[in-house]
């Protein structure tokens, strides 16, 4: 079994920064891919950002260049730096870690979430 803690959301104006960060533990050792999804209201969950064991990162058409995504492999730890925060970022992010095969995800875990909220 694997634990996803999240930490790091909270309120920001736009074009404000925050950093959220996802601690992995239990049995993490097969696991080759984590990422970031969001869910806003009303909304499909939707990709935002994904690194590989590898370190090769992949992003969301509308976050490129303002999102960051990196991984601290000594603390099983990954992050999204989110910089030039918008109010169509507003929603809840979650972390998320998986075994993927190809293009198939074979099994994977979920975060219990954290609301970003971009507002004047």
């Known amino acids: 079994q694997v634990q996803l803690v999240e930490s790091g959301g909270g309120l920001v104006q736009p074009g404000g920064s925050l950093r959220l960060s996802c601690a992995a533990s239990g049995s993490i050792f097969s696991l080759n891919s984590m990422g970031w999804f969001r869910q806003a209201p009303g909304k499909p969950r939707e990709l935002v950002a994904t690194?590989?064991?590898?370190?090769?990162?992949a992003y969301a058409d509308s976050v490129k260049g303002r999102f960051t995504i990196s991984r601290d492999n000594a603390k099983n730890t990954v992050y999204l730096q989110m910089n030039g925060l918008k109010p169509e970022d507003t929603a809840a992010y979650y972390c998320?870690?998986?075994?993927?095969?190809?293009?198939?995800?074979?099994?994977?875990?979920w975060g219990q979430g954290s609301q970003v909220t971009v507002s004047s």
């Open positions: 998320h870690a998986a075994r993927v095969a190809g293009l198939k995800v074979q099994y994977d875990y």
């Open positions: 690194i590989s064991s590898g370190g090769r990162t």
